[in-house]
């Protein structure tokens, strides 16, 4: 992502007592839309509440690009798996590709963001993260839910 027209936009981050998560900022890649407003164009690992395709609102402080607030939501939906198994991780990704869902995998090698877009039905997704976190396959954590959830 070494285009000119990519900035990074550092978001902070809050770490519980554990230290997790293992860094206080997330950079996520976004293109400038209009004056000092940008657009999410990939997963984030740790910041709630936002996805790739958001547009936000950034401002420098002399360094860097500071994440300010959310302007316009996109519909995606973010969620994060930890794969018990490192051997696995691939097997979980293509799983997930197949019901239309991208994902990147961090430099922790079990960490692997996912990304619902809103045009995918969220039924076939919500089955397959229960019925793997159910097996022990992993466990997971919404980023943020944006589908409509039916009962």
């Known amino acids: 992502m070494e285009d000119e027209k990519y900035k990074k936009i550092s978001f902070e981050l809050e770490q ?3 230290g997790y998560p293992p860094d206080r900022w997330e950079n996520l890649w976004a293109y400038e839309t209009e004056q000092g407003l940008y657009c999410l164009d ?15 609102s950034a401002e420098s402080d002399g360094e ?15 969620v994060r798996l ?15 590709r197949a019901l239309g869902c991208e994902s990147e995998l961090s430099n922790l ?19 397959l993260l229960a019925e793997g976190a159910e097996s022990g396959r992993w466990e997971y954590q919404e980023g943020v839910l944006r589908h409509q959830l039916t009962a």
């Open 42 to 56: 990939n997963i984030p690992f740790y910041v709630k509440g936002i996805s790739s395709g958001d547009v936000v």
């Open 109 to 127: 090698p079990k960490l692997v963001a996912v990304e619902i877009p809103g045009n995918v039905n969220f039924g076939p997704v919500g089955n």
């Open 16 to 18: 519980d007592e554990n």
């Open 82 to 96: 930890y794969v018990s198994d490192a051997g696995a991780v691939q097997a979980a990704r293509d799983s997930f």
């Open 64 to 78: 860097q690009l500071i994440f300010k607030k959310l302007v316009r939501p996109s519909p995606n939906s973010v």
